[in-house]
């Protein structure tokens, strides 16, 4: 009986745990979403420190008052094509977690949009596209307005990077 109720309960809990507020852009033309509690801060493009031998979707580094910071571009990152920067392009400083600790870490994207309230109800889970893709980064999909947000687990989507930067 009590394996009954936990499998009802799972998908209500999965819908509440991507409830919430979201920090939406948009990158070549698509929205995305990063939960608000993971931005620390959004800044204008400013001047990118390369660095030698790094992936060429890492842009370099940031003094972001006195404190370095790693930034990527994450239209590189997903393998999208590069496109110069306009005055729409900004930086938000994003708080990466992995198992030891929090680092912060500036994400290049094409135009920030809006803060919104996102229900669970309107979260729908990643398609299956029918071929073995690692989708593992995205939370969720959220039903807005018409349209569709990627809601992205930023985590994920930099997890991997985030531990070669130690």
Excluded at 27 to 53: D, H, N
Excluded at 69 to 85: E, H, N
Excluded at 95 to 104: K, W, Y
Aim: with cysteine.
């Amino acid at each position: 009986m009590d394996a009954q109720v936990t499998a009802v309960n799972e998908p209500a809990r999965a819908e509440a745990t991507r409830e919430g507020k979201y920090l939406t852009f948009s990158l070549a033309g698509e929205e995305y979403g990063i939960g608000i509690l993971k931005v620390r801060e959004i800044i204008g493009m400013m001047t990118v420190t390369p660095v030698p031998q790094t992936p060429e979707f890492v842009k370099g580094v940031i003094n972001l008052r006195g404190k370095v910071i790693p930034v990527i571009d994450l239209r590189l990152r997903f393998g999208l094509d590069a496109t110069a920067y306009t005055e729409r392009t900004c930086i938000i400083v994003a708080e990466i977690h992995s198992e030891s600790s929090a680092v912060p870490m500036g994400i290049v994207v094409d135009a920030v949009s809006e803060v919104l309230n996102i229900r669970g109800a309107d979260i729908e889970n990643t398609p299956t596209f029918g071929v073995k893709l690692n989708t593992d980064f995205i939370l969720g999909m959220a039903k807005t307005g018409g349209g569709v947000k990627i809601l992205l687990d930023i985590d994920k989507v930099l997890g991997a990077f985030q531990l070669t930067i130690h």
